[in-house]
DNA sequence: ACCGAGCGAGAACGAACGTTCTCCCCTCTC
DNA sequence: GAGAGGGGAGAACGTTCGTTCTCGCTCGGT
């Protein structure tokens, strides 16, 4: 067995065991036998479980970006765009597994005590923040719209995790919309 | 010394240990000695932990709805009214201690292990969302506008949270401008 | 065939946690 | 003043966790 493939095999356990139950609440010893493989491989690969949890962080932010890409990716216009961002939240929520945004709960249960997990979750909420400010760009909106629309988002997921549904990214998809068009607008008169 | 006079004492100093480093990262002996009271009266007033995270949870949503009625109190206009949750916001956002919501935080770090916590998560999220509902209706706004402005909320929360500033409320205030008066506007011009 | 290196299984260890128990002192009553 | 009862300080207990150690076994090179 190939070293890096018992490496990607215990992140990608590691991220699915603490997405579904918390981060404490998975200890090493069921983290090893989900993964299949021995403690001391485990340690062999990964020096601690704050190692693991780091590793499990890059693997969810490079999972979102290119699934937002994706998504995004699938429409040319500027407009839809930005509320493909919406679309890719509605899909991401139908999923069973489901359960919040992994940074905002990593950040919740770990980021009081744990310096490198809350500046990871800084940096990935700067990161799609960055991402929806290019997309407004390309739209022509002005550069209040991107910092509202992340908003929006981030509350669709904190929303739909709570609640248990997926009806939040609809709702938040609509209000983008007004968003949008409004801001759109607003530069539109301007240019005028 | 009052008993019911401890009891508020350990809830008020495990609010305040749980919101600052999290609900598991704060053990009883430390709740214990910063609330000046002796492990067997902890036990005495709660029966075990949990209990005390829920009656911390009790605590919050007491105190979050009593803050918001407070500043929305003080406005009398429907639209304004609407606007004030993001005033009641952008004050909480300042506070030293703040952290982000207490009922994602409790929610991410107990909700998929603790039944208990995750309905209660649920239950303070969907009376906050009624709440929203009746100053929306009072504003005459259709329904769909209330849901919106929760999301706008919730996000600007966790937007708060995770940079550490308090930006996010003044930009769900102003993306909560445009949803209402665009909502307003549809009204008004179905009225017509 | 033999030896040494590497591996898996799991015991072991120290710390921390939630909870209970023990001991001692203070106080109140007769 | 003696005894009982309640409360505080903290030791103790059982469990769990993260991490390390031990012990056989396997397997490749000579």
Redesign the interface.
Known sequence: MNISEARTRIVATADELYN???I??VGMDELRAAAGVSLKKLYQEFPSKGSIVMAVLERRHKSWAEGLEATVGQVAAPRERLLAIFDYLAQWFCDDSF??CG???????????SPDV?EY??EH??SFQEYVSRLADDAGAPT?LA??L??????????A????TA??AR??R??AE??ID?ALGVTARRAA
Not at 150 to 159: F, N, V, Y
């Open positions: 579904a139950r918390g404490q609440a359960r919040g940074f905002i709960n990593s950040f919740a249960e770990l980021g009081a005590v809350a979750a800084r909420k700067a209040y910092p509202q992340s908003i929006l988002a981030e509350g669709a997921q904190t929303t995790a709570i609640a248990g009806e939040a709702q938040a609509s209000a007004v968003l409004a």
